[in-house]
């Protein structure tokens, strides 16, 4: 689990399973997301301050560790936008309003289904260059990369998402 992550392994794991019982095997999202300014432990938030923007489950928001593990694996698991909003809903009805960390963790989730859709298999941001690749090349405007210029981490998010849903 150290070696791959946490959501790989639940999705592997789950694929594994399904196929088993002879079942059809979804695809899982296949867009590695990589950031420079999202911190997804709680323990790099108190390291960094508000230069990160916070995405993950605190332990404020679920407390016990077995619940937030089952919510981490269906987080994992959601392959569709629908499947995000269904999602996003069972949360708010089961532990109550979505504080910012969870907000934002739900918001990578979409960044990486926008991205699957437009076949983007990479999104990357460090220093305020969008990298995007799709079939193992970069997509530029302009020929240049795009860049976010959002001055809070969280609002730096939205704007990623928005760039790759205009694509």
Known sequence: IVNIGFDLYCSLLKQAI???KGEKVRSRL???LRTDFVALREAEVV???KTMAAAFLPVSYIAEA???IQAYRRLAEVATQ???EALRATWRDRFGPLPREVTNLLLLTEIKL???ARKVTVVEVREEKVMLTRH???IQIDGKFPRVSA???DERLREVLRLIRAL
């Open 18 to 20: 399904t196929k088993l």
């Open 30 to 32: 296949e867009v590695t």
């Open 47 to 49: 390291k960094a301050g």
């Open 66 to 68: 077995q619940p937030r």
């Open 82 to 84: 629908e499947g995000l």
């Open 114 to 116: 926008s991205a699957a």
């Open 136 to 138: 193992g090349d970069f």
């Open 151 to 153: 001055a809070q981490p």
